[in-house]
């Protein structure tokens, strides 16, 4: 008969070797050459990914038992729920086939009012349907990894959608699945338009609790709550015109200028789990004499869709040679309102010095000659650099 | 004394590895205990001579792979806390189960504490209370190990 004394055994007492606290001191030095090392240089990214794809295996065997629920839940599912929600989608489907309708219709007049203005043209941005794999597991970074990665050609810095609006952009990428940012991260701003009046902004993540900040706005800004924010397409990553977020709450305080603007995110990570993974916008030529766009040679004239430009107003979403060239034109054009034109532009005053000069030496007509008094303009408030993820 | 298994180490550090890559997410994912801290915890207590800082620090640094974060930040807290354990080594083998979870709290406190600092210097925002709920989660983990028949081993004599 088993004693109890012989059911358990006393722990070991005398272990050999350096003493813990100078293994202390030796891994805590360790630990921060790490430290500095991975948050300065990109030595270790490769590191990374070789960890991630060995333990892999892993990752699947702690997904199967979430997986399993989820199949398993939509197997289990009651017939009077499946027709309920068949109803409800074909009513759905019918409303937006009407609204889709009315689309193609004000799409192909818009196209058409558009090249009544001189203007640049740009693409439509092909994309690629990724999956949501899991969310992030550190609930200081708001990621979410995607079954996307270098095999699919998916490079850092991608913008992602989903049918809702704007979730974020690619951050890391590895060689089967991706890492992306949500816009209500710290380290990720998106520049916006308010869509009632066409305020610019720029609206940074505040890291905690999804919810997007406006700040530097002026206290008498005209924005009111439940209004949309749209992407402004300025920074040359987000399309034009999709829906980021709406605005929540704003609040004065007595000792700022500025308001306090919290937006809500439109786009639902929580929700359903595609995305769309947007291509980087291409670089586009522009002929000088006509100026229009050349088009790149695998897109068709058809799929370009014209900006509007009016001489008093430059569209930023012109890439910089094509918006150059119409500076350059307005500035000859308009001699006198140069310094007007200047500060409204964002390009760089050495480009538009010499789109001027190409412009003029094209021409065989006689101008008087344009003086290199443009101001340097500010730059473009964007900061969507996909910088690493701190903690 | 029977030696303990360098498998049976391993099997649980992976298996507690499989807990902690799961997809956890809003709520639980605060309250998520940190499962290898307490198995690291486990084998000090139980093995010092398998299972020390050096080990600690490993563990560390494989949860700063999986999870994203700036390599070296799990790494050097699981060390300071496997000091903090070792150093305390003799003394805890002499306290009954309730003792031992009150001093394991206070390693989890510790470490969540550390882990705070070095993630608000790196950048972070403050998250509030429920950042240290997982020392709560992990107490009660512990207690189950405790009470079970693994925990049998972490005393030197019967309750």
Redesign the interface.
């Known amino acids: 008969m088993a004693s109890?004394l012989e059911?358990?055994?006393?722990?070991?007492?005398?272990?050999?070797?350096p003493s813990?606290?100078a293994?202390?001191i030796f891994?805590?030095a360790?630990?921060?050459?790490?430290?500095a090392?991975?948050?300065r240089m990109q030595y270790?990214n490769k590191?990374?990914t070789g960890?991630?794809s060995v333990?892999s295996p892993?990752?699947a065997?702690?997904?199967a038992?979430?997986e399993l629920y989820q199949s398993l839940a939509r197997q289990l599912v009651t017939r009077a729920e499946l027709i309920k929600k068949n109803d409800r989608l074909t009513k759905q489907a019918m409303q937006n086939s009407m609204i889709l309708q009315r689309f193609k219709s004000l799409e192909i007049e818009n196209s058409r009012l558009r090249n009544l203005l001189v203007a640049a043209q740009t693409s439509i941005l092909p994309s690629k349907l990724g999956e949501i794999v899991?969310?992030?597991?550190?609930?200081?970074?708001h990621?979410v990894t995607v079954n996307l990665g270098s095999h699919h050609k998916i490079v850092p810095g991608q913008a992602v959608i989903d049918d809702k609006g704007v979730i974020g952009q690619v951050t890391?990428v590895y060689s089967n699945s991706s890492?992306v940012t949500l816009i209500t991260d710290?380290?990720l701003s998106i520049p916006i338009q308010i869509e009632r009046n066409g305020l610019r902004a720029v609206a940074f993540g505040?890291?905690?609790d999804y919810t997007l900040d406006l700040p530097y706005l002026p206290a008498n800004v005209d924005i009111l709550k439940d209004d949309i924010l749209i992407t402004s397409g300025i920074d040359g990553v987000y399309p034009e015109g999709l829906v980021v977020a709406k605005i929540a709450s704003i609040t004065h305080q007595q000792d700022s200028p500025f308001a306090n603007i919290v937006a809500v995110p439109v786009a639902g990570v929580?929700n359903h789990r595609q995305l769309l993974l947007l291509n980087l916008p291409q670089k586009i030529e522009v002929d000088e004499k006509v100026n229009r766009v050349i088009p790149p040679a695998n897109i068709k004239t058809k799929d370009l869709m014209p900006i509007g430009i009016t001489t008093n107003q430059l569209s930023p979403v012109l890439t910089k040679p094509a918006l150059a060239n119409t500076v350059a034109r307005t500035v000859i054009d308009n001699p006198s309102q140069q310094s007007a034109i200047a500060k409204l532009a964002t390009v760089k005053p050495a480009i538009i010095q010499s789109a001027i000069t190409t412009t003029l030496a094209a021409e065989p007509t006689s101008k008087p000659a344009v003086r290199s008094s443009v101001r340097s303009a500010p730059k473009p408030a964007n900061i969507v650099e996909p910088a690493h993820?701190?903690? | 004394m029977r030696q303990v298994s360098f498998r049976l180490v391993l099997l649980s550090f992976l298996l507690a590895y499989v807990c902690h890559l799961m997809p956890w997410s809003g709520l639980a994912l605060w309250l998520k205990p940190e499962f290898m801290l307490l198995v690291l915890i486990y084998w000090l207590l139980r093995a010092p001579y398998l299972c020390n800082v050096g080990s600690a620090w490993l563990v560390g640094l494989a949860i700063d792979l999986a999870t994203g974060s700036l390599l070296g930040q799990h790494a050097l807290v699981y060390a300071f806390t496997a000091f903090l354990a070792v150093s305390y080594h003799r003394r805890l083998t002499l306290f009954n189960v309730w003792q031992q979870a009150a001093y394991v709290l206070i390693l989890l406190v510790i470490e969540r504490s550390l882990l705070f600092v070095l993630k608000i210097f790196s950048g972070g925002e403050n998250p509030g209370l429920i950042y240290w709920t997982a020392c709560l989660t992990g107490l009660v983990v512990w207690l189950l190990v405790s009470f079970s028949r693994f925990g049998l081993h972490l005393q030197s004599r019967k309750v």
């Open positions: 109890p059911l358990h055994h006393p722990p070991a007492f005398f272990v050999s070797g813990p606290f293994k202390l891994f805590v360790l630990s921060i050459a790490l430290m090392v991975d948050s270790l590191i990374r960890f991630i333990t892993l990752q065997i702690a997904n038992p979430s899991h969310m992030g597991r550190d609930p200081f970074v990621k890391n890492e710290k380290s505040r890291g905690r929580m993820a701190p903690g």
